[in-house]
């Protein structure tokens, strides 16, 4: 008897409920064979269970409370096993024309929502041609996408030099230049000196514009390190990377997304 291959599935990640169902349901009518594996209603949930189902397709709204589609895009690519392919990612988007050729521009399909039949159609038609290309989902490639697919550009500010951080009941007065490396806490940042730690309310979103590109270098989601204060880069026997650092004891993982930093030269 002949083999009929698995059919294709998807997970939808998206916040809005109405826009969700009616999604889910334009794209069963427009692809038959596709099965919608689930729905996630925010970015946190969009990579636990896309991590859980390993679906072939993910439609990743831009715009959701707590994490957007780009960083859980992001964290999925860190967390994702070696084996299945990573999922074709597709954005759904409310963004202007600035933003969608930035997404062309980086081989990432996106919807712009509400999405219409012939657009819909269209990105189908792209997905399906790509299921077919088992050999150009590679992890490396969907990293690579991810990296040039940068937030806009804002004005630029002011570089910081001191940081105003509590320690107990103090307020610690600390440069920039002893920070060995900012580390995100659920509300906090920890700024990690040689010496010892303190807390800032600033997000390490609106921590990093502050900071001199040339000198702080993400490595992590979470993680910023000072790259004078770095000895090392090592990898273990499961060829994960990670940093030796010059003052302190502990060592910095560094996330896929951010390996190629540390390539040699």
């Given at each position: ?191 990690v000196t040689a010496d010892g730690e303190a807390l800032i309310r600033t997000s390490l979103k ?55 930093l540390f390539r040699q030269m």
């Amino acid at each position: 008897m002949p083999t009929t291959s698995p059919p294709v599935r998807a997970l939808i990640a998206e916040d809005e409920v109405l826009l969700a169902d009616a999604l889910s349901a334009q794209l069963q009518r427009l692809w038959p064979g596709l099965e919608i594996a689930g729905i996630a209603p925010n970015g946190m949930a969009a990579v636990e269970q896309a991590l859980a189902l390993q679906p072939d397709v993910l439609f990743l709204d831009i715009r959701m409370p707590g994490q957007s589609g780009l960083e859980a895009a992001r964290e999925l690519a860190d967390e994702w096993p070696d084996k299945p392919p990573f999922p074709l990612l597709v954005f759904v988007t409310a963004y202007d024309d600035y933003a969608i050729q930035a997404f062309e521009q980086a081989a990432l399909d996106y919807v712009l929502k509400p999405a219409n039949d012939e657009r819909l159609a269209l990105t189908i038609a792209r997905l399906q041609a790509r299921l077919k290309e088992t050999n150009d989902r590679g992890l490396e490639q969907v990293l690579a996408r991810l990296r040039g697919l940068t937030p806009a550009a804002t004005a630029p500010q002011e570089r910081l030099r001191m940081i105003r951080a509590a320690v107990g009941n103090q307020i610690r007065l600390i440069p920039v230049d002893d920070v060995v490396y900012f580390e995100a806490t659920d509300k906090y940042v920890n700024v990690v000196t040689a010496d010892g730690e303190a807390l800032i309310r600033t997000s390490l979103k609106e921590l990093i514009p502050q900071l001199d590109p040339e000198r702080f270098w993400q490595v992590h989601r979470g993680t910023v390190v000072q790259i004078a204060g770095v000895a090392a880069a090592q990898r273990d026997d499961a060829g994960k990377l990670s940093l030796k650092l010059r003052k302190r004891p502990e060592m910095l993982a560094v996330s896929r997304l951010f390996a190629h930093l540390f390539r040699q030269m």
